[in-house]
């Protein structure tokens, strides 16, 4: 007895003992990438770290004032104001935390791995497979694009408490198994709780009831759902989906099916429909397995905005046979559900994995860090096929072991040896942007950060450049505003005067919707005008102009790319001392907004200005209503108007930019 006790704590020992030296060779690999660039949005939310740091906002306006999505996002919010509080500024340790936290993640997934494969597997082999698999997915290149990207901090923390939910679940459900009723305390209790810190994280974290839903159909019921229960826990366990799966899943069907708009109005914005993204997402799975799988390292990155779509079945050609090949895994899955229980469990666990972010949702077609917890299933999946490979040999070749072993060992290998030359061009911004522009020229969002390098340099013929590949890699040619926006700031870097036809350009373009890269454009524009640094600008005409774009567009006044346009038009009018009507363009932009703090700041300045002191009133005690919310520069300015007010004296009232 002591012999076969001794054997198993080694057989569990060895394995452990990889995963860590799985673990110190990840964090050696990532160490260069830290050193890396902040991108897309890491610079709006550490804006907001920036403003706690300097007293400008209580740690709760960051934390609970976050609009990344439609929860806020808190629970990753928090870390960041965390680490400002334990490193300052440093970006180096905002993103040794996010590697700390992939470390952490991966020690759940050898969890989760090990007690789902000891429900399968009887032998000790359940270990080392369960090791395999985190080794491997700590290693996967595809995830530097998770780690190194500060913001995706919310996809690594939704994706740790969704792992570890599921190993509640699936610890509470062997408990169950065993006859131990404590199992249910785990499922009841610890899954909800991790599922709400996952949701709080990054909103796909609602799906750990399916997630947990799929491993119970594959993993205990081998594909048999409504087989007869074979003791009271099941019971339990049927009203725990009822209660936290069908009836939240039919609350939201009702509630979308009343509210339809939340759903197509999002789209008022995109390049495809509806209908196009859905039949696009199949090839941008099978893109997603085979960058898993078979990483190209320069093709991985964060500009994949050019991804083609699909407009039908035939275009591109590829679209249907990406159905129909994902319809025959959903078959196989099902086919297999009884005699490999790992690889259809694991192609479930990645399709629900992505079933909220590569579905009817208008979000951007392609992002890596979507992968980050569905890689989990698929490496389950692909461990589940080799096993059916191996089955079919009465007795492996040698051929077979040999092989099969040094991939054991290879395979790891490669992976960090790919990860590290990530982490090595993440380690130098222009190292990277150069790098990505080789392989994706096309992409708007990377000639837009090209574009910024260029008129910092002074090169306005390359800023030119990146301006006119934006410009022409639109699907069917089509012309937007940013390009034509763009291309007056490159002229105001270099301070000279545009052409004239490019006022004309813009009076060409001032029609159909306001794109987010429009507005951007037109504010940074704005503030560069309100700054001095345009100085060949013919400000009055540009004025004039985005009157008219304004009054073209075919969106509703009420939506952000509108009404912020609006308001710096406003601010713009403001500068060349038009205060009434900037006072008319405010308020309305105020209006639409739905009483936006920041620009309600403005509204208040301008009405001052003109001397409206009935109206001051009116806003400020509007303004009021939003009073100790935590940031503390709008609440000192609100202070400042109070005071005002009570002696009518203002100084320099308009120009202060608080929006918010």
Known sequence: MSSLLQTRTRTNIVPALAVLLGLVMCYLVYLPGLHGPLLLDDQANLAEVNAFLEGEKTARAVI????????????AMATFVLDASLWGESVWYFKHTNLVIHLVTGLMVYLLASLLL???HQDSSAAWRAALIAIIWLALPIHASTVLYLVQRMAQLSALFMVAGLCAYVGGRVLLERGRYSGLLLIWAGVPVLTVLAALSKENGLLVPALAAAIELFWFRRGNWFQPPASRGRRWIDGFFVAFLLMPGLLAVIWLLSNPDRLTGGYLLRDFSLWERLLTQPRVLWDYVSSILLPNGPRLGIFHDHFPVSHNLWSPLTTLPALLAWLGVIVAVWLLRR???????GMALFLVGHVMESSIWPLEIYFEHRNYLPSIGLLLAVVGIVECVASRMSVPTAGFR??????LVVLPLVYLGTTYGRAFVWSDSRMFYSSQYEVYPESVRLNSYLLGFAMNAGDLDGALDHIEQMDTSRPGGE?????TLWRFLAYCAVDQS???????QFESRASGKIFTYDMVAWQELSEAIEAGDCPGLDVARLVALSGRWLERTSLPDSMHQVWRTRYYRARLLAALARYERSRKEGEKAWVDSAYNRGIGVFVFQINATLENWARCAEVLRRLERSEGAGDLRFDQAVETFRNALQDKNLESPVGVDLES
Request: hydrophobic share 30%.
């Open 479 to 483: 012309k937007r505003m940013a390009p």
């Open 402 to 407: 040999v092989t099969g072993l040094s991939l």
């Open 118 to 120: 000891r429900t399968t």
């Open 339 to 345: 005699k490999s229980p790992l690889f259809a469990g």
């Open 64 to 75: 609970f004032d976050n609009r990344s999505g439609p929860l806020g996002r808190p629970v």
């Open 498 to 504: 545009p052409p004239d036809d490019l006022y004309t």
